[in-house]
């Protein structure tokens, strides 16, 4: 089960990483994210698109290691860890309640709340 969840969460992780490097080279999907206030992001908010993907990334490593399908960090660690992405998400949710921009808020609140769930019941073992 715990398996399948890591499944779940690193396919939505992987779509937002899709989502974000569109961003990067200058997608006009600006109003879905960062405040929805740009149509095409700026130079330092494609930067931030960069690290949320490189974010995804190790959150995902994290949840496969929690689960225990790859050994990279110490039980602890992504015991740890997987709770941190939990309250990460869970802050999202409130961060993208309150965007000015409709599309952000109606499109993130959902995914948000879905890894938040997942990182959830990951983080319980």
């Known amino acids: ?13 992987a779509l937002l990483a899709v989502f974000q490097i569109a961003l990067i080279f200058g997608a006009p999907l600006g109003r879905f994210a960062w ?13 931030g698109s960069a690290v949320s993907v490189v974010i995804y990334a190790f959150v995902a490593v994290v949840a496969w ?15 740890i860890a997987m709770w941190v992405f939990f309250a990460y998400f869970a802050l999202g949710i409130v961060m993208n309640a309150v965007s000015r921009s409709k599309p952000e808020r109606y499109t993130m609140v959902p995914v948000s709340i879905v890894l938040a769930v997942l990182s959830f019941f990951i983080a319980l073992g």
């Open 1 to 13: 089960m715990h398996v399948t969840l890591a499944a779940v969460l690193t396919a939505v992780l």
């Open 65 to 79: 290691d929690c689960v225990g399908v790859v050994d990279v960090f110490g039980d602890a660690f992504s015991q």
């Open 35 to 47: 405040g929805g206030q740009h149509r095409v992001l700026p130079a330092r908010l494609r930067i």
